[in-house]
């Protein structure tokens, strides 16, 4: 690989990065800050791409990114609804969501499971027009991704400082200190999985666009993949205010496509990607893990060298 | 005003592991009043202090509430009237957040959509002062890096930073060390003369249940056994307690913790 291959390639993992920034970002607002695991990221990334295209064909550019955002508040508000008032587990309830609006976004495609936006007018084409003939005419892709990503974490930033926001921080933190303020965690739950899912939809529409093109698998393994990327992310950043974990998610996110563009140059087949992603998300969780009981482990084999059966402590 | 009327509550119900953990129990509470509870392990006390808190909703009877009926009523809301203490001093902060940003949370003042201002900054800086622990100048560190002491302080402030009609203290310093727990129990005294509050407080520590407060119930099988205040109460000794608990329930007082107490203190005299 020489330099001159370098730029495109940067080019398309800071693209891909940052629009999968968008959902690590809403993982950073349910996962990290609402300690919900939302599992129904994944059916509605691909409801949010659904929605965008078929309003983006019906000829509404700008309409579509709303319609998308406001279908993602929507699956956001019945997940937690779900968890919050009908004592399904919470789980469960992103499962249960996402099989639902399998179904579902096949319907909203017009019961198709693949849509095409070759000759659809889109915002990524509006900005192609009016960037043609310039330098950075290539750049369009980046740009409105590099604006939606700013713009989220901007928000981020100011509205997990407000009141609203730090009652959601706390009820990941400690529901039962949220309770004695006053504040019913069943709301804050529900607030914040209806921003963190209006993200990820905003997510799935802006790819389904930039692409031309939305199926129904768009979304599958999102939250895998979203995951991992907020862990890289967090490993890079784990001190540092709001405002600086929200932008360690999305360098997580330009990091993980990076390498994962990296390793398709060296021959990776592009069917990898989840199964790094899984990887990935698995080393993160059990690492920490198994550092903590190192000390454990090392005694127990010191015990075993010394003809001692260590079994039983290790496993107390 | 708090009244309890003939509260009752089952757990497990038609279970064999059914327990009553509070048997058609009855109380009433004035204003101002600082009452100190005691009795053995599985007594009833912290379970009344969840029914009063509305940690469950209860099989029977009526809770009053300065003439609101609470008996119903969720426990985030009723925690707008009700402050509330627990033994594990992690329990009342949010351990990732800063002492401001939890301090702001249980001020609950302003809109949801409202940043936390030099104003209210101020404010907290002059109440934390008052605990003479250095941490108005630790606002914007994390709650996690206090030691139990600190953080039951601040616990105990944020309670009682919008002065409740009712304070409940469950052995809110048992799992502190000496000096911390002493002086938690001092701003404790404090905080509740200022603010004129009344105030129920579970404690193991008979000394400090004859010491602290105007009335000192005993629990048993989920009901009070013994309640006495004024003069009763001001010529008590802790024998005399242990006494009147033998004399009523039948057997000895069975608090571990409690006993070990009483042989230390009774050493030390």
Redesign the interface.
């Known amino acids: 690989m020489n330099l001159a291959d370098m730029g495109p390639l940067l080019q398309t993992a800071l693209e891909l990065g940052l629009f999968s920034a968008l959902t690590v970002l809403a993982l950073y607002l349910s996962y990290s800050m609402l300690n919900v695991c939302d599992l129904s990221t994944d059916g509605c990334f691909t409801m949010g791409a659904c929605v965008g295209a078929v309003v983006a064909i019906s000829g509404h550019p700008f309409l579509s990114i709303i319609a998308a955002m406001a279908v993602g508040v929507l699956s956001g508000f019945i997940v937690a609804i779900l968890q919050t008032k009908m004592g399904v587990e919470s789980l469960l309830a992103g499962i249960i969501v996402n099989t639902g609006w399998y179904s579902l976004n096949i319907a909203i495609m017009g019961n198709a499971s693949l849509l095409n936006m070759n000759k659809t007018e889109t915002v990524f084409t509006k900005l192609k027009d009016i960037l043609a003939g310039t330098f950075i005419s290539d750049a369009y892709r980046l740009i409105i991704a590099l604006i939606a990503v700013t713009l989220v974490v901007i928000f981020l930033s100011l509205f997990l400082r407000t009141r609203l926001g730090l009652a959601i921080r706390a009820t990941g933190n400690n529901p039962d200190m949220v309770k004695s303020s006053s504040i019913n965690p069943a709301f804050t739950t529900i607030v914040g999985l209806c921003i963190s899912n209006s993200f990820t939809a905003l997510g799935g529409c802006l790819l389904a666009q930039s692409q031309k093109s939305v199926n129904i698998d768009i979304g599958s393994g999102m939250v895998t993949i979203a995951l991992a990327s907020l862990l890289i992310g967090e490993a890079v950043m784990s001190k540092g205010g709001i405002t600086l974990r929200a932008v360690g998610a999305v360098v997580g996110a330009f990091i993980f496509r990076l390498v994962y563009t990296i390793a398709l140059r060296f021959h990776m087949p592009a069917y990898m990607l989840k199964l790094v992603s899984s990887i990935i998300v698995i080393v993160a969780i059990s690492g920490p893990y198994f550092r903590k009981r190192l000390p454990l482990i090392k005694r127990s084999l010191n015990l075993k060298k010394q003809g001692i059966d260590g079994e039983g402590s290790a496993d107390a | 005003m708090l009244k309890l009327s003939h509260v009752s509550k089952t757990f497990n119900p038609g279970t064999v592991n059914a327990k009553q953990a509070l048997c058609d129990l009855s109380l009433t509470v004035d204003d101002g009043d600082f009452i100190t509870i005691i009795g053995a392990n599985g007594a009833g006390k912290s379970t009344l202090f969840n029914a009063i808190a509305g940690s469950f909703i209860t099989d029977s009877g009526q809770i009053i509430l300065d003439d609101t009926d609470i008996t119903l009523m969720?426990?985030?809301?009723r925690?707008?009237r009700i402050?509330?203490l627990f033994q594990d001093p992690?329990?009342?902060?949010?351990?990732?957040?800063t002492i401001e940003?939890?301090l702001?949370?249980?001020a609950?003042k302003?809109?949801?959509?409202?940043?936390?201002d030099r104003r209210q900054r101020e404010e907290f800086r002059e109440i934390l002062s008052r605990l003479d622990m250095g941490l108005e100048d630790r606002m914007k560190q994390p709650m996690g890096l206090l030691s139990g002491g600190q953080r039951q302080a601040v616990t105990l402030l944020?309670?009682t930073i919008n002065p409740p009609s009712l304070l409940l203290l469950d052995e809110h310093t048992a799992a502190l060390d000496p000096a911390a727990a002493d002086k938690v129990l001092k701003i404790t005294r404090e905080v509740v003369e200022k603010e004129n509050l009344t105030c129920l407080m579970i404690t193991h520590n008979m000394q400090s249940a004859l010491e602290l407060g105007n009335r000192t119930l005993m629990m048993d099988g989920g009901d009070i056994i013994l309640d006495v205040s004024g003069e009763d109460r001001d010529a008590m000794t802790m024998q005399d307690l242990l006494d009147r608990f033998k004399n009523i329930s039948g057997k000895a007082l069975d608090n571990d913790r409690m006993l070990l107490m009483h042989e230390k203190e009774g050493g030390k005299q």
């Open positions: 969720p426990e985030h809301e925690a707008r402050g509330r992690m329990r009342g902060t949010a351990a990732g957040m940003e939890n702001t949370l249980a609950g302003g809109g949801w959509l409202s940043h936390i944020m309670a």
